[in-house]
């Protein structure tokens, strides 16, 4: 898929499937982003081997990487990952994350949207996020996004400086999702598109 999207300043970003080429502009991104930002990511996306191996793993076809694209550089990346086959392969976990300078314009909605409806075309039926613990502000945004908490796992997980942290698992349900449309963060194009 590609979509060309317009963000609430103007700007036009190029939203697109990650291809095998992106390494260097993956990598570019994630070392731009500022230090609070990566901490709390789950792995340690600035090293390049860490990189090429999230890369490789979409040859897995439970793995769907959304990259948007301004120009050349990659200013939001976001994964769609599908459980395994068997009593959770109507589930799968989303992952997001936008250029600081991208950010509170619109494109972590958009992305998620796009998200969305590749999970529901893959018969997706409940989303979850993990969200470490003091990462409030990102809770937040993912209420509007359709999420709300559903368990805590106290002290579960370590930050990239190693220190634990608690793991916030939020949940969305689909097709109640569809049932909110009319909410503020999912906007009519998406009822049509679905
Ligand atoms: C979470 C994240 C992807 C959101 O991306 P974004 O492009 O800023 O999101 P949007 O612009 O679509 O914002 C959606 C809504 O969330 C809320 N929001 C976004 N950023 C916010 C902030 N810094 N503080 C308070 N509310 C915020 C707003 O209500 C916003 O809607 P509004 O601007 O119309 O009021 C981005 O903040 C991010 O990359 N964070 C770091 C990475 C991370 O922790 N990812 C989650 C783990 S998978």
Partial sequence: MKKKV???DGRE??????????TDRSLAFFLALPREDVTYLRRDVTRREVVEQRIRAMASD????????????????????????????HL???R????????????GTLMARELYLLAASK???EIIVKIMGPQEGV????????FHPEAVLHHYVKDISGTKQDLVVMRCNLEELWQKLDDHAIDSDWQRTR
């Fill in 62 to 89: 439970r793995i769907v990487r959304l990259v948007a694209v301004a120009g050349d550089e990659i200013v939001a990346d976001g994964a769609l990952e599908l459980e395994a086959q068997g009593w959770s392969e």
């Fill in 123 to 125: 018969k997706v039926e």
């Fill in 92 to 94: 799968a976990e989303i």
């Fill in 139 to 146: 809770q937040n945004i993912f209420k509007r996004l359709g």
């Fill in 96 to 107: 997001l994350v936008v250029a600081r300078p991208y950010q509170r314009k619109g494109l």
């Fill in 6 to 8: 317009k963000l609430k």
């Fill in 13 to 22: 970003v190029l939203i697109r499937e990650m291809r095998q080429d992106d």
